[in-house]
């Protein structure tokens, strides 16, 4: 029979597996008799890959299977979508999917527009960097240029003191040479006036003496 042909419920897509129980349901009722139906069992098994649903099933009484079934807490079988409705889902697909590559694009776009942007903020920062490092190196030459003058002119200026302090210690040495001799020559000018006061004073005693 076809309900011995058709696959178990749980191998189903989830779709189907309401309008198989209906389906089941109208041939139990039927005495067991297959019912002519308006598409073949390899139609039906087919579809269980295919997200489309199965084709309508030309069989009386059918409305009224499909109200006890939504009574009955079951959804009804689903209807066959026609050709150009399928075009029509298709081609809303076509224009989803453009639309979102489009959008893609341009996010692409603008993410390449920021990266570049950012590239030639880093690039304006680093030379605006590199001439203020340049500026800080050549300011540093130049103190250094400063500092090694001011270290020898400290240099020659504490040459030229050593040198003064020798030449003003020679001098006091010469000075005190000099005050020596200079109180030897006053003490033998004094000595020599004694001895010719003493002299003169012999010579008036003998002059008196004659």
């Known amino acids: 029979s076809l309900a ?21 349901a109208r041939l139990s009722r039927g ?16 579809s269980r ?11 009386p009484g059918q ?17 066959g979508e026609p050709e150009a409705e399928l075009q029509k889902r298709l081609a809303d697909a076509e224009v989803r999917g453009a639309a ?19 590239q030639q903020a880093h ?7 590199n001439v203020r490092l340049a500026q800080c190196m050549e300011a540093l030459r130049e103190r250094e240029r400063e500092l ?3 270290k020898r002119e400290c240099e020659e200026g504490y040459e030229r003191r ?9 001098l006091e040495q010469k000075l005190a040479v000099l005050d020596k001799a200079v109180g030897e020559r006053d003490l033998a000018i004094r000595q020599a006036r004694l001895e010719c006061e003493g002299a003169q004073l012999r010579y008036t005693e003998v002059e008196e003496a004659l």
């Open 4 to 24: 011995a042909c058709l696959p178990a419920p749980s191998e189903m897509p989830t779709p189907l597996r309401a309008a198989a129980a209906a389906f089941r």
């Open 49 to 59: 890959v295919s997200n489309i649903p199965p084709l309508e099933v030309d069989e």
């Open 148 to 150: 090694q003058m001011v």
């Open 31 to 46: 005495g067991g008799e297959e019912p002519s139906v308006g598409c073949s069992i390899s139609t039906l098994a087919a």
């Open 162 to 170: 050593l040198d003064e302090a020798g030449c003003q210690e020679e």
């Open 100 to 118: 979102g590559w489009e959008m893609a694009e341009r996010e692409r776009a603008e993410r390449a527009r920021a990266v570049a942007e950012l």
């Open 63 to 79: 409305e009224d299977d499909e109200k006890k079934a939504k009574e009955e807490g079951k959804e009804a079988p689903a209807d």
């Open 123 to 129: 690039a304006e920062e680093t030379g605006e960097l």
